[in-house]
Every structure is written in C-alpha cells, then in structure tokens.
T-cell receptor
C-alpha cells in the first residue's frame, strides 16, 4: 500500500522568494518518488524523480527535492521563485510491486506574486 | 507521435449518453495509463495497459467504465450511461516500459462535462 500527502493545497510566495512544497509519503516497499507540474490546460510534466540513487535530486527549471527516509518526506524546493513557476504541483509515489499504479497527492497550487 | 495525444479535448454530453475518449501514446511506449482528475482533486488511477492487456482494472469506478487497447498503441476509454459525477478531466499517460515505473508522459487530457 502507498499514499501521498501534500501539505497545503495553496502556497503563495513573492517573486524571488524561496519555494517550498511539502510532500510526505507512505509505502510498504522502497519507493520511487516524483514531482510533476501542471500548467493551466496542459498535461502533467515530470519535474524530477527519486529512484534510490542520490537523495538530493535536481530537476528542471531550478527545482530540487530531497528524499528523507527518516521523515518519509520528499519536499520540493526552489531558491528563487519566478512568475512562470505559477502552476499546480503533484507529488507521486510508486513501487515495484505495483508497477504502473502511481499514487498522486491532491496537488498544491503555487501562486507567485510580483 | 511526438507526444501523447488525446481526443476530444472537450466533450459535453447529456446524462445517460455514452462517451468514448481516445488516447494515442508516444510511439514505442508499451505501457499506457488512464487517470481521472476531478476539480480540485488529485489524480485517480483508473487502469493501465502493458501492451494490449490490462493486468489491473481495480481503479475503474464502476462497470459503466471500460477500456481497451489495440495493436499495442491507441486506447479507448468508454463510459456508458454517463452520470454527472463522471464530469472530470481524463488524463492518459504512457511510458516506455513498466520498468520506467512512474515516469509518465501525459497528454493534455479530455475534459468531460455531463449535463
């Protein structure tokens, strides 16, 4: 069994400020973890993934996430927000015992204020 | 194709009608997935295909929902006797193989509105 909890359905930051989107997971097997971004009227796009290699994962558009097993967390960060980062972000977990059945969080909408 | 293609992009139908949603995955991708995204909610897994077979149909909400995939390529999601609660965006995704577990390439979705 697996699940994902994204803390905060809406996050608002000022342009240039730190972005922190929180994700906690549970999984009965070593997890694969993902962050996807969804811009308005578009499909989801992979930002980054963790697959048991380095615990600090760098993705596209300056985002990164750190896998912390002890905290069962995979928070997404970006040092300096840009207006173009405004979108909805989804954390997802998958495991090798249920291939193809990724579980997604409810999403966090990021608003960037000028 | 270059990306996952879904059609129609928008569908408005009356309660009780049947609808078909189509997904054309990235060429060469053997795994195909259907998700449902309701307003303000996350993605709900519906079904996935490995080739033409669907090992796991447990996510289909009811027996009004069915899906098939032919030729290891195009997939069709069919909803019979639509209900208002079926209104959602239906997202299709594909991956090269199941070994790429979780790294999904998504289409733009089909927005279904049931009146």
């Amino acid at each position: 069994a697996q699940s994902v909890t994204q803390l905060g359905s809406h996050v608002s930051v000022s342009e240039g400020a730190l972005v922190l989107l929180r994700c906690n997971y549970s999984s009965s097997v070593p997890p694969y973890l993902f962050w996807y971004v969804q811009y308005p009227n578009q499909g989801l796009q992979l930002l980054l993934k963790y697959t048991s290699a380095a615990t600090l994962v760098k993705g596209i558009n300056g985002f990164e996430a750190e896998f912390k097993k002890s905290e069962t967390s995979f928070h997404l960060t970006k040092p300096s927000a840009h207006m173009s980062d405004a979108a909805e972000y989804f954390c997802a977990v998958s495991g090798n015992t249920n291939a193809g059945k990724s579980t997604f969080g409810d999403g966090t909408t990021l608003t960037v204020k000028p | 194709g270059a990306g996952v293609s879904q059609s129609p992009s928008n569908k408005v139908t009356e309660k009780g009608k049947d609808v078909e949603l189509r997904c054309d995955p990235i060429s060469g991708h053997t795994a195909l997935y259907w998700y449902r995204q309701s307003l303000g909610q996350g993605l709900e897994f519906l079904i996935y295909f490995q080739g033409n077979s669907a090992p796991d149909k447990s996510g289909l909400p009811s027996d009004r929902f069915s899906a098939e995939r032919t030729g290891g390529s195009v997939s069709t999601l069919t909803i019979q006797r639509t209900q208002q609660e079926d209104s959602a965006v239906y997202l299709c995704a594909s991956s090269l193989t199941l070994a790429d577990n979780g790294e999904l390439f998504f289409g733009e979705g089909s927005r279904l509105t049931v009146l």
